[in-house]
């Protein structure tokens, strides 16, 4: 089997490499707040929250999932998600029931309040459109943080 070392840096390329500014992890992470913020702010007029909105956009896409598909879908685990949704279906926004024949399972489907929603939300893309940089650099770049996680997942599981 053929050995590989890591090349080592100069002092100074650590030292660049340490620099908060450097991080790809604070630009994500810091985008990601500054993201949630810009929805906290449009979602104003809808009374929902970010992640409530996440759960609605995968609704709206195609009604009737599985929580255990929603989670998969959000990258979220059901600890997160469960309240989540008991919030949502108090506010009116979906129904949850168990599966018949294995109670386990949470079938998760819109109200028709949850429905009339989709109406209100169809302005948002166009508001969040102006607080961001042409399209063609957030599709470049939406498609590049799609690699990121799929890296990110792939090297997580090894």
């Not at 929603?70 to 506010?91: A, C, H, I, V, Y």
């Not at 024949?101 to 508001?127: I, Q, T």
Request: proline share 5%.
């Amino acid at each position: 089997m053929e050995h590989t070392t890591t090349p080592t840096l100069p002092a100074a390329a650590i030292d660049q490499a340490l620099l908060l500014e450097n991080q790809l992890c604070f630009a994500m992470y810091s985008a990601s707040l500054a993201m949630t913020k810009a929805y906290k702010k449009v979602l104003k007029n809808l009374d929902i929250t970010y992640p409530q909105y996440l759960v609605m956009l995968v609704l709206w896409e195609r009604d009737e999932v599985m929580v255990s598909d929603l989670g998969g879908k959000l990258f979220l685990d059901s600890g997160t998600l469960t309240p989540l949704l008991k919030r949502m279906e108090t506010m009116g926004l979906l129904h949850r029931t168990r599966n018949a024949e294995d109670e386990r399972r949470v079938m998760v489907k819109l109200s028709p309040e949850g429905r009339a929603l989709r109406e209100k939300a169809k302005a948002l893309p166009e508001k969040l459109a102006c607080m961001l940089p042409p399209l063609e650099q957030v599709d470049s770049l939406r498609e590049q943080l799609k690699l990121v996680r799929k890296n990110l997942q792939e090297q997580s599981e090894e």
